[in-house]
């Protein structure tokens, strides 16, 4: 059934809060909200809601307001971002360099759901080109220091170098870090002398 206006907002307010917030608001959070004048009109949107079939509450039970199923994954794709996630600056598929942060930033929105840490970074050299990965590519990052054996990831070396390449741990406690290239050996690194910043989520080339 259709919506009206005041409707939709009081729908889309209770959905939005219960995504932010992982319970229901209450009648008097949803009059603040959208600066209704009494929680009468609250209660009377909320029960044409469910009359429509877009809101169902439990019997007797405050905060128990839910959102139907169909509608949420509407309102979900609709109000899905355009995902940008800050370009750092470049990283050595080399020899390691300085990463310099910047301010740019590019949108993966059809590679990736917005539900992660994310940033990216331009690739330099070509020590992972066995892996598809070229000097120039972009790669996009997800933020974290738990990585699994065999995994591409961003490395800081001595604290102030960072390299991308496949990580692994070694059985006297170091780490190696492994380019994928035949040409070139790989980085042996105490542990206590490397950090991990995220692993390698997806790759994009521009050709033109």
């Known amino acids: 059934m259709a919506l009206t206006h005041r409707q939709k907002q009081v729908l889309d307010f209770i959905a939005d809060f219960v995504e932010r917030q992982r319970y229901c608001p209450s009648y008097e959070e949803i009059a603040r909200g959208l600066k209704l004048a009494s ?3 609250v209660h009377k949107h909320v029960q044409t809601l469910e ?9 007797n039970q405050s905060r128990s307001l839910e959102v139907s199923p169909a509608y949420l994954r509407e ?3 609709d109000r899905a971002p355009q995902l940008e ?11 390691p360099v300085e990463a310099v942060a910047g301010e740019d930033s590019m949108s993966f929105a059809e590679l990736v759901s917005g539900d992660k840490d994310l940033y990216a970074l331009q690739v330099r050299g070509e020590s992972m080109i066995d892996d598809h990965i070229c ?7 997800e933020k974290t220091s738990s990585v699994n054996n ?4 961003v490395a800081l070396v001595r604290g102030a170098e960072t390299t991308l390449k496949r990580f692994y741990r070694q059985p ?23 950090q991990i910043q995220g692993r390698l989520l997806a790759v994009l080339r521009k050709y033109r």
């Open 85 to 95: 996630v800050p370009l750092l600056g470049r990283i050595a598929a080399g020899a």
């Open 172 to 194: 006297d406690g170091s780490a190696r870090l492994q380019p994928a290239n035949s040409e070139m050996g790989p980085i042996f690194v105490p542990m206590e002398d490397l």
């Open 39 to 41: 929680l009468a009109t």
């Open 135 to 141: 000097d120039g590519d972009y790669v996009l990052i």
């Open 150 to 153: 065999g995994e591409i990831v």
């Open 51 to 59: 009359t429509k079939q877009y809101l169902r509450r439990g019997f």
């Open 75 to 77: 309102w979900k794709k």
